[in-house]
């Protein structure tokens, strides 16, 4: 569970036990429910305000664009960013394209 920090059980026990775990992402669902009525929540994208490129495969047969785009849509500065003629393995099939959009993300 990412929160932007100390989304640990007990201030940041991260050895707690599996219930502890659970209790606190039952807090975060419901602390996401209340911030977004309607929505399904996501615990794990809870708080997260970094900036984001959110990258596919046209062709992921694997794990879909639909996913991605959607991933893109929640987080709240997120890019999407489509590679055509490309399957599930996007840093091997597009290394190019893949490093360039990190260069970009990353200011460099």
Not at 6 to 34: H, I, K, N, V, Y
Not at 78 to 106: F, S, W
């Amino acid at each position: 569970i990412l929160a932007g920090g100390d989304s640990a059980p007990s201030g940041g026990d991260d050895r707690a036990g599996p219930e502890r775990w659970a209790e606190t992402a039952r807090a975060f669902r419901a602390a996401s429910l209340a911030v977004r009525p309607g929505h399904t929540p996501i615990p794990i994208m809870f708080g997260i305000d970094a900036v984001h490129t959110v990258v596919a495969g046209a062709n992921d047969g694997l794990t879909p664009p639909a996913g991605a785009r959607d991933l893109a849509r929640r987080l709240p500065n997120a890019t999407y960013v489509e590679l055509e003629r490309c399957g599930h393995q996007i840093m091997l099939e597009k290394p190019a394209e893949t490093n360039a959009l990190l260069l970009d993300l990353i200011g460099a």
